[in-house]
Protein backbone atom coordinates (compact mmCIF):
# COMPACT_ATOMS: atom_id res chain seq x y z
CA UNK A 1 0.00 0.00 0.00
CA UNK A 2 1.83 2.97 -1.18
CA UNK A 3 2.54 5.58 1.43
CA UNK A 4 3.00 8.50 -0.70
CA UNK A 5 1.64 8.52 -4.35
CA UNK A 6 2.33 11.44 -7.09
CA UNK A 7 0.80 10.77 -10.59
CA UNK A 8 1.70 11.34 -13.66
CA UNK A 9 4.90 9.54 -13.25
CA UNK A 10 6.15 10.90 -16.47
CA UNK A 11 5.32 13.71 -18.13
CA UNK A 12 6.26 15.11 -21.84
CA UNK A 13 5.15 18.35 -22.92
CA UNK A 14 5.56 21.29 -24.68
CA UNK A 15 7.24 24.85 -23.75
CA UNK A 16 4.41 27.09 -23.25
CA UNK A 17 1.72 24.27 -21.63
CA UNK A 18 0.09 24.06 -18.50
CA UNK A 19 0.97 20.88 -16.39
CA UNK A 20 -0.50 19.67 -13.23
CA UNK A 21 1.04 16.62 -10.77
CA UNK A 22 -1.09 15.10 -8.17
CA UNK A 23 0.23 13.99 -4.45
CA UNK A 24 -1.71 11.95 -2.26
CA UNK A 25 -0.68 10.36 1.30
CA UNK A 26 -2.00 7.70 3.24
CA UNK A 27 0.27 8.39 6.20
CA UNK A 28 -2.15 11.03 8.19
CA UNK A 29 1.12 13.27 8.24
CA UNK A 30 0.11 16.98 8.75
CA UNK A 31 2.76 18.45 6.70
CA UNK A 32 3.47 17.93 2.65
CA UNK A 33 5.86 19.22 0.52
CA UNK A 34 7.06 19.80 -3.29
CA UNK A 35 11.07 19.41 -3.89
CA UNK A 36 12.24 19.65 -7.36
CA UNK A 37 15.52 17.50 -8.10
CA UNK A 38 17.39 18.78 -11.17
CA UNK A 39 19.58 16.95 -13.64
CA UNK A 40 22.86 17.45 -11.10
CA UNK A 41 20.43 15.60 -8.36
CA UNK A 42 19.94 18.78 -6.36
CA UNK A 43 17.02 18.50 -4.14
CA UNK A 44 15.45 21.33 -3.07
CA UNK A 45 12.42 22.60 -1.44
CA UNK A 46 9.83 23.99 -3.87
CA UNK A 47 6.63 24.49 -0.92
CA UNK A 48 5.60 23.05 1.99
CA UNK A 49 1.84 22.82 3.87
CA UNK A 50 0.77 22.28 6.82
CA UNK A 51 -2.89 21.55 7.53
CA UNK A 52 -3.52 23.45 3.97
CA UNK A 53 -1.88 26.06 5.16
CA UNK A 54 1.23 27.11 3.30
CA UNK A 55 4.00 27.57 5.45
CA UNK A 56 7.53 27.48 3.32
CA UNK A 57 7.49 29.18 -0.24
CA UNK A 58 10.59 29.25 -1.32
CA UNK A 59 11.73 31.63 -4.35
CA UNK A 60 9.91 29.60 -7.22
CA UNK A 61 8.56 31.40 -10.01
CA UNK A 62 4.82 32.68 -10.14
CA UNK A 63 4.14 29.93 -12.95
CA UNK A 64 3.83 27.51 -10.01
CA UNK A 65 1.03 27.18 -7.93
CA UNK A 66 0.58 24.33 -5.16
CA UNK A 67 -2.48 23.59 -3.83
CA UNK A 68 -3.84 21.66 -0.88
CA UNK A 69 -7.61 20.67 -0.52
CA UNK A 70 -7.01 18.93 2.23
CA UNK A 71 -3.91 17.59 4.13
CA UNK A 72 -3.67 14.46 2.35
CA UNK A 73 -3.48 15.71 -0.82
CA UNK A 74 -0.76 18.48 -2.50
CA UNK A 75 -1.15 19.12 -6.11
CA UNK A 76 1.44 21.10 -8.32
CA UNK A 77 0.22 23.16 -11.12
CA UNK A 78 2.80 24.75 -13.71
CA UNK A 79 2.17 27.33 -15.77
CA UNK A 80 3.54 28.24 -19.86
CA UNK A 81 6.29 25.18 -19.10
CA UNK A 82 9.97 26.51 -19.85
CA UNK A 83 13.03 23.99 -20.92
CA UNK A 84 14.41 24.89 -17.42
CA UNK A 85 11.30 23.04 -15.70
CA UNK A 86 12.34 19.83 -17.04
CA UNK A 87 13.18 17.81 -13.43
CA UNK A 88 12.14 15.12 -11.39
CA UNK A 89 9.31 16.63 -8.94
CA UNK A 90 8.89 15.00 -5.63
CA UNK A 91 6.26 14.86 -3.64
CA UNK A 92 7.08 13.93 0.72
CA UNK A 93 5.02 14.52 3.75
CA UNK A 94 6.38 14.54 7.75
CA UNK A 95 4.52 14.62 10.87
CA UNK A 96 5.36 17.81 12.31
CA UNK A 97 6.68 18.28 15.41
CA UNK A 98 4.17 19.03 17.87
CA UNK A 99 6.58 22.05 19.75
CA UNK A 100 4.73 21.03 23.31
CA UNK A 101 7.46 18.37 24.46
CA UNK A 102 5.03 15.80 23.12
CA UNK A 103 6.97 14.62 19.80
CA UNK A 104 4.26 13.34 17.14
CA UNK A 105 7.42 12.88 14.24
CA UNK A 106 10.87 13.37 13.90
CA UNK A 107 11.50 16.98 12.58
CA UNK A 108 13.07 16.52 8.66
CA UNK A 109 11.35 12.83 8.54
CA UNK A 110 10.58 12.87 4.95
CA UNK A 111 8.14 10.69 3.30
CA UNK A 112 9.12 10.66 -0.26
CA UNK A 113 7.09 9.71 -3.70
CA UNK A 114 9.01 8.04 -5.93
CA UNK A 115 8.90 11.09 -8.44
CA UNK A 116 6.95 13.11 -11.45
CA UNK A 117 9.78 13.28 -14.31
CA UNK A 118 9.11 16.17 -16.18
CA UNK A 119 10.49 16.79 -19.92
CA UNK A 120 9.75 20.32 -21.30
CA UNK A 121 10.52 20.05 -25.55
CA UNK B 1 29.29 29.12 -0.55
CA UNK B 2 26.58 26.45 -0.11
CA UNK B 3 24.98 26.11 2.95
CA UNK B 4 25.72 22.38 2.78
CA UNK B 5 28.90 20.53 0.75
CA UNK B 6 28.77 17.12 -0.26
CA UNK B 7 31.03 15.59 -2.78
CA UNK B 8 28.88 14.33 -5.83
CA UNK B 9 31.70 11.59 -6.49
CA UNK B 10 31.06 8.90 -8.03
CA UNK B 11 32.50 6.48 -5.22
CA UNK B 12 33.20 3.04 -6.75
CA UNK B 13 34.17 0.27 -3.98
CA UNK B 14 34.75 -3.63 -4.15
CA UNK B 15 32.57 -5.39 -2.20
CA UNK B 16 33.24 -5.87 1.63
CA UNK B 17 35.31 -2.26 1.46
CA UNK B 18 34.52 0.19 4.52
CA UNK B 19 32.91 3.50 2.90
CA UNK B 20 32.88 6.76 4.52
CA UNK B 21 30.64 9.64 3.20
CA UNK B 22 31.12 12.99 3.95
CA UNK B 23 29.22 16.46 4.22
CA UNK B 24 30.39 19.60 5.65
CA UNK B 25 27.89 22.85 6.85
CA UNK B 26 27.98 26.45 7.32
CA UNK B 27 24.35 27.11 9.35
CA UNK B 28 25.14 26.46 12.73
CA UNK B 29 21.44 26.55 13.22
CA UNK B 30 21.27 23.45 12.10
CA UNK B 31 19.98 20.88 14.92
CA UNK B 32 19.27 17.79 13.29
CA UNK B 33 21.14 15.71 10.82
CA UNK B 34 19.90 12.74 8.43
CA UNK B 35 21.42 10.67 5.63
CA UNK B 36 18.90 9.73 2.89
CA UNK B 37 19.33 6.44 0.30
CA UNK B 38 18.16 7.52 -3.08
CA UNK B 39 18.19 4.62 -5.40
CA UNK B 40 18.04 4.97 -9.20
CA UNK B 41 14.54 6.34 -10.50
CA UNK B 42 12.92 6.14 -6.82
CA UNK B 43 12.33 8.98 -4.01
CA UNK B 44 14.77 9.19 -1.06
CA UNK B 45 14.16 7.33 1.91
CA UNK B 46 15.31 8.11 5.34
CA UNK B 47 18.75 5.77 6.46
CA UNK B 48 20.10 6.77 9.71
CA UNK B 49 18.45 10.14 11.93
CA UNK B 50 20.64 12.11 14.67
CA UNK B 51 20.35 15.40 16.55
CA UNK B 52 23.44 15.48 18.60
CA UNK B 53 27.27 14.98 18.52
CA UNK B 54 28.40 11.43 18.33
CA UNK B 55 28.04 8.68 16.99
CA UNK B 56 24.81 6.56 15.92
CA UNK B 57 24.96 3.00 15.12
CA UNK B 58 22.34 0.86 13.32
CA UNK B 59 23.43 -2.07 11.83
CA UNK B 60 25.99 -1.72 9.27
CA UNK B 61 25.80 1.81 9.26
CA UNK B 62 27.40 4.55 11.20
CA UNK B 63 26.47 8.32 11.35
CA UNK B 64 28.69 10.52 12.83
CA UNK B 65 28.26 14.38 14.01
CA UNK B 66 30.92 16.73 15.17
CA UNK B 67 28.76 20.02 15.70
CA UNK B 68 32.17 22.10 16.63
CA UNK B 69 33.79 21.72 13.38
CA UNK B 70 30.55 21.36 11.17
CA UNK B 71 30.48 17.90 9.98
CA UNK B 72 28.91 14.82 9.41
CA UNK B 73 30.11 11.30 7.78
CA UNK B 74 27.86 8.37 7.36
CA UNK B 75 30.05 4.61 7.59
CA UNK B 76 29.18 1.77 5.63
CA UNK B 77 30.62 -1.31 6.65
CA UNK B 78 30.88 -4.96 4.71
CA UNK B 79 29.66 -2.58 2.01
CA UNK B 80 26.74 -4.89 -0.35
CA UNK B 81 26.06 -4.58 -4.32
CA UNK B 82 22.58 -3.44 -2.70
CA UNK B 83 24.48 -0.27 -1.03
CA UNK B 84 24.68 1.32 -4.17
CA UNK B 85 22.75 4.22 -4.47
CA UNK B 86 22.88 8.00 -4.20
CA UNK B 87 23.58 9.05 -0.60
CA UNK B 88 22.00 12.40 0.57
CA UNK B 89 23.04 14.10 3.90
CA UNK B 90 19.94 16.07 4.97
CA UNK B 91 19.81 18.60 7.77
CA UNK B 92 16.94 21.13 9.61
CA UNK B 93 16.56 24.12 11.43
CA UNK B 94 13.99 25.64 12.53
CA UNK B 95 10.47 25.11 11.27
CA UNK B 96 10.78 22.11 9.00
CA UNK B 97 13.24 22.97 7.14
CA UNK B 98 15.19 20.41 5.35
CA UNK B 99 18.13 21.19 3.57
CA UNK B 100 19.95 18.57 1.27
CA UNK B 101 23.50 18.20 -0.11
CA UNK B 102 24.08 17.11 -3.84
CA UNK B 103 23.71 13.63 -2.71
CA UNK B 104 27.42 11.33 -3.52
CA UNK B 105 26.72 8.61 -5.63
CA UNK B 106 28.17 5.06 -4.41
CA UNK B 107 28.63 2.18 -6.57
CA UNK B 108 29.34 -1.19 -4.84
CA UNK B 109 31.02 -3.89 -7.12
CA UNK B 110 30.76 -7.56 -6.70
Known amino acids: DTAVSQTPKYLVTQMGNDKSIKCEQN?????MYWYKQDSKKFLKIMFS???????INETVPNRFSPKSPDKAHLNLHINSLELGDSAVYFC????????????????????FGEGSRLTVL | QKEVEQDPGPLSVPEGAIVSLNCTYS??????FMWYRQYSRKGPELLMY????GNKEDGRFTAQVDKSSKYISLFIRDSQPSDSATYLC??????????FGIGTKLQVIP
Open chain 2, 90 to 99: AMVEGYQKVT
Open chain 2, 50 to 53: TYSS
Open chain 1, 49 to 55: YNNKELI
Open chain 1, 27 to 31: LGHDT
Open chain 2, 27 to 32: NSAFQY
Open chain 1, 92 to 111: ASSQLWAGTGVARGRTGELF
